[in-house]
């Protein structure tokens, strides 16, 4: 289980709760954290970027593992480009989706959906999301701008550090959307 960054710094209960969870379910499986390497590769930072990439490859390559499940949108594109062959990568959200999760008892919900933009073309994971969602009893009210049109929501690219404003604009666009 690869959380990435970005789930590892905002929430690290979530990711406990998570491997947990897919401890139950997957025996056996293990946890690398860190970082892919995208936020570096988006700001140009190549060679440092690459030296991330070539520690996961030999940190996944030590314990063995053929499969990373991917919690982020980011790290799952950047690493089905570069990785080998022999290492799978499927995003959490398959993962996920293939669980039968109890509905929950009370009232439904109804749900807007912000695609990643870097899940954009990522029809499976996108799929899974809303899987999770019905299974549990929920609804889903897609918005205009979803799946293939989804736009950027203002946090990717580190928009954040280099254009605060710009950022929080796009930002808002997006909550208002929903």
């Known amino acids: 289980f690869f959380p990435g960054c970005s789930l590892s710094l905002n929430s690290p209960l979530l990711v406990k709760q998570t491997f947990s969870f897919l401890q139950k379910q997957i025996p056996g499986i293990g946890i690398l954290t860190g970082c892919c390497g995208a936020p570096t590769h988006l700001i140009g930072e190549l060679k440092t970027s690459d030296d991330i990439f070539s520690d996961i490859v030999r940190r996944v390559r030590e314990i063995g593992a053929t499969t990373i499940i991917a919690a982020c949108c980011s790290c799952v594109k950047l690493l089905k480009r570069k990785l080998p062959e022999t290492i799978h990568v499927v995003s959490l959200y398959?993962?996920?989706?293939?669980?039968?999760?109890?509905?929950?008892?009370?009232?439904?919900?109804?749900?807007?959906?912000?695609?990643?933009?870097?899940?954009?073309?990522?029809?499976?994971?996108?799929?899974?999301?809303?899987?999770?969602?019905?299974?549990?009893?929920?609804?889903?009210?897609?918005?205009?701008?979803?799946?293939?049109?989804?736009?950027?929501?203002?946090?990717?690219?580190?928009?954040?550090?280099?254009?605060?404003?710009?950022?929080?604009?796009?930002?808002?666009?997006?909550?208002?959307?929903?």
Do not use: W
């Not at 933009?117 to 701008?145: M, N």
């Open 94 to 178: 398959q993962i996920l989706g293939e669980f039968d999760f109890p509905k929950r008892a009370g009232a439904s919900h109804i749900f807007n959906i912000h695609d990643a933009c870097s899940s954009r073309g990522d029809d499976l994971t996108q799929a899974a999301v809303r899987k999770i969602i019905t299974d549990l009893g929920h609804s889903i009210e897609e918005i205009e701008h979803s799946k293939r049109l989804t736009q950027c929501c203002g946090m990717g690219g580190m928009a954040s550090i280099v254009d605060d404003s710009y950022s929080a604009t796009v930002a808002k666009r997006t909550l208002k959307e929903g």
